[in-house]
């Protein structure tokens, strides 16, 4: 019985933390562009989100963000993360009972108050932002995590049970046309720079492997 109890209030507790939605009353995520291609991704919880979602729907709306502007990766350039708190304090309540006992003209009257209430309870809503550096292709020479943004929605949207739209089913990037490159480090990765032109002095993006 207490096994099934702390069950039902662990999916009460659940269905109560903020989902993943643009900000409202309950939490959510926002975003300021600070550059043509860097945003500020931040997500804010209520008391029954826990720190972990909160960073994955942080880093789940970044990749959404990067998908919607049309870009296939992205970095975190800075994170900040944290929690608020405050607390709540239940009101009181008091309920008195009592029996009277007369014997001729004595009356004995025993009387008991009961209080409840007034505990103080602390509330802690988390909190995550991203400052996010967008790009079409993939970074080359930048020393720490790129994300591949298709494949973070497509995870992340799985975890929670988010229906990603049809639009946000994972491609690998494509150049963005048949004379894309100067040198290898212009393609995504997995492909080089071949079959150069010359009177523009420029390739296309072949598949390694491929000739």
């Excluded at 209520?46 to 963000?65: K, M, Q, Y």
């Excluded at 009277?100 to 108050?113: E, K, L």
């Excluded at 494949?151 to 491609?171: C, E, H, N, R, T």
């Amino acid at each position: 019985m207490t096994t099934r109890l702390v069950f039902v209030t662990a999916l009460a507790m659940l269905a109560c933390a903020t989902p993943y939605q643009r900000q409202g009353f309950r939490g959510g995520f926002s975003e300021t562009q600070l550059d043509e291609n860097v945003f500020r991704v931040s997500f804010n919880g209520n008391g029954f989100t826990s720190g972990g979602r909160a960073v994955d729907f942080a880093l789940l709306r970044s990749a959404e963000l990067a998908r919607e502007r049309g870009y296939h990766y992205f970095v975190i350039v800075e994170k900040t993360g944290g929690y608020s708190y405050e607390s709540y304090t239940t009101p009181t309540q008091s309920h008195t009972t009592g029996t009277a006992t007369s014997y001729g003209n004595t009356t004995q009257v025993n009387a008991t108050t009961t209080t409840t209430g007034g505990e103080t309870h602390l509330i802690a809503r988390p909190g995550m932002s991203n400052t996010i550096v967008c790009f079409k292709q993939k970074p080359e020479n930048f020393q720490g995590m790129v994300y591949n943004a298709d494949f973070v929605y497509m995870s992340l949207s799985q975890k929670y049970g988010i229906a990603a739209p049809d639009a946000y089913s994972y491609m690998a990037p494509s150049a963005p046309d048949d004379l894309a490159c100067r040198a290898d480090k212009d393609c995504v990765m997995g492909q080089w720079c071949g079959r150069m032109d010359a009177s523009s002095g420029r390739g296309t993006c072949i598949p390694m492997g491929q000739r």
